[in-house]
């Protein structure tokens, strides 16, 4: 097959999945980007320009949820009309939280909405995401005066299903350190520097945690834009002597060293639709301290739930009790559980998938 991949938000995770698939996968992937910036942009215009840059006919054209596919069939028609396209969902603008600054309303839900009934086949990075978009659709449509045209939610339905994100994970084993059992734990944050992964409530329970006179150490990185949140100015102030990272790291080696020396990888976030940075830390053997909630709870076998999810503001007991040594546990079986998220388990699940599509529409 000849898959024609449209990523037009080519940054961060999403460039991660677009490359990983076309290097992993035993079709001709052809990828089409744009930078990853001025995203609302993207979502309202992408269609256009990538409409003008497809000038070959693949077998399927697979693209980004940042796109609106409605326009891209549309415009695309008289050259396209018998192709299957596909709509892969790394998040969605329907339960995406919009902090204060942005305040769009429904417009890019909307967007996401009508792409997923253009398509042929839609296609979610986690049951949790495909549940929540399906949950929150009712809400969007209801939202309109007449005309809420809901027998269109079973539609999409029908023709939705999961396909996990893609990770390379292996070339995490390059960069394997021995963890060292030498000095305080390490505490481990990795997630995008913005308000939906609430780095505000992280520190909090660490200076909580400091406070109750728990001894650890402190790893902040993940992708930073932007100014630092005030949140982590106060930790630098106030926890500096526990600090070990603060900051991106842009060498890979040195990040996956980073993974591999640290004990404990946390989340407090609000928004998660799969969990890559988590993924990658448990990979490299951390045990996870999560919020029950999203999708984190399906990425831990049942066993380990009660240990490492915790409820509402409980992050902080839960860790006090880690740290005091209430819990022991081989993160190996842990590590296992995640490896199949590897694209080598992964890009033959898509591959037959879109095989399948393109049997099942011609």
Known sequence: MRIALLESYYGGSHKAWADGYCRHSRHDVELLTMPAQFWKWRMQGAAVTFARRLNFKPDLVLASSMIDLSSLRALTYPRLGDVPFALYFHENQLSYPQNQRQ??????????????????????????????????LPRLLKHFGDYNELQTISQIR?????????????????????????GPPILLWNHRWEEDKAPAAFIASMLHLAQAKCDFRLAIAGESFGKMPEAFLIARRQLGQKI??????????????????????IST????????????????????????????PSLLPEALRSACLYKGRKLTATLKYHLEGGFKFDTSALRQRIARFDWSQIAPQYDDEFEALLSRQR
């Open 269 to 296: 976030a609000r928004q998660e639709f799969f969990g890559a940075a988590v993924c990658e830390a448990i990979y490299c053997g951390c045990l996870p301290i999560l919020p029950d909630r999203l999708n984190y």
């Open 103 to 136: 305040r769009h309303g429904w417009r890019y839900g909307f967007i996401n909405y009508i792409s997923a009934l253009a398509a042929d086949a839609v296609y979610f990075n986690s049951a949790y995401h495909l549940d929540d978009f399906m949950a929150q």
């Open 158 to 182: 029908a023709k939705a299903r999961v396909l996990p994100l893609g990770l390379d994970l292996r070339r995490f084993e390059q960069h394997r350190v021995p963890q060292s059992r030498e």
């Open 244 to 265: 070990i990272q603060l900051g991106y790291l842009p060498s890979f080696a040195d990040y996956a060293r980073l993974l591999w020396r640290a004990d404990y990888v």
